[in-house]
């Protein structure tokens, strides 16, 4: 079944906005990693989140890993046309080296 | 310094048949990953090399097989293909603790 849900599946913004995305996993993550796919492209890596509790600043984006580790959340704030694209979710287990790809939120920007 | 590329960019294919897909993994990577991707979808994990062997492999039937070369190069093999084998496969490398970065995929079509 699926490992790593995220929600929401489309969030439709107006420029200027902010925009939230959540990702969850069943079990528990040694890691998670936040990956940007513009349409018709392919996933480029955003950041990676290892410690319990841990939150990371990237300019307009906010990433935080849950303090149990199997939940993280990406907050753009004041968005931008330029964030539009799909922002996939990464957990890596306890065990096993296989990365655990979420469903994905679509980012609509409205100009 | 190159990224991860991969070859072709585009397959056309018929059921059946079979197919080969190519990837050079990023300067200084040793692990190579293949995922599929259908439309809409997030990335689905294949199988991992490292050190030339197969270390995981996710829910993917054994038509799906593949190699890693000594110069951690790698190889995607499908056989029999199907037409729900359309997609876009994409590889990804990274060495021990980092990053994965994407290349570019290999968008297959079987007809």
């Known amino acids: 079944g699926q490992q790593v849900m995220q929600i929401p599946q489309y969030q439709h913004v107006q420029e200027g906005e902010d925009f939230t995305t959540y990702c969850n996993s069943s079990?528990?993550?040694?890691?998670i990693q936040w990956y940007k796919q513009r349409p018709g492209g392919h996933p480029v890596f955003l950041i990676q989140?290892?410690?319990?509790?841990e939150v990371k600043k990237q300019k307009r984006l906010t990433f935080q890993f849950g303090e149990a580790k199997k939940n993280s959340s990406l907050h753009i704030t004041a968005t931008q046309t330029t964030d539009v694209g799909t922002y996939f979710c990464a957990g890596l287990r306890n065990t096993g080296n296989q990365f655990y790809f979420g469903t994905g939120t679509s980012l609509t920007v409205i100009p | 310094d190159a990224g991860v590329t991969q070859s072709p960019t585009h397959l056309i294919k018929t059921r059946g048949q079979q197919v080969t897909l190519r990837c050079s993994p990023k300067?200084?990577?040793?692990?190579v990953s293949w995922y599929q991707q259908a439309l809409g979808q997030g990335p689905q994990f294949i199988f991992q090399y490292y050190e030339e062997e197969e270390r995981q492999r996710g829910n993917f039937p054994d038509r799906f097989s593949g190699h890693q070369f000594p110069n951690y190069s790698s190889e995607l093999n499908v056989n029999a293909l199907l037409l729900g084998d359309s997609a876009l496969y994409l590889c990804a490398s990274r060495t021990l603790g980092l990053a994965q970065f994407f290349g570019p995929g290999t968008r297959l079509t079987v007809l």
């Open positions: 989140l290892v410690k319990s509790g």
């Open positions: 079990t528990t993550l040694s890691n």
């Open positions: 300067s200084g990577h040793d692990t």
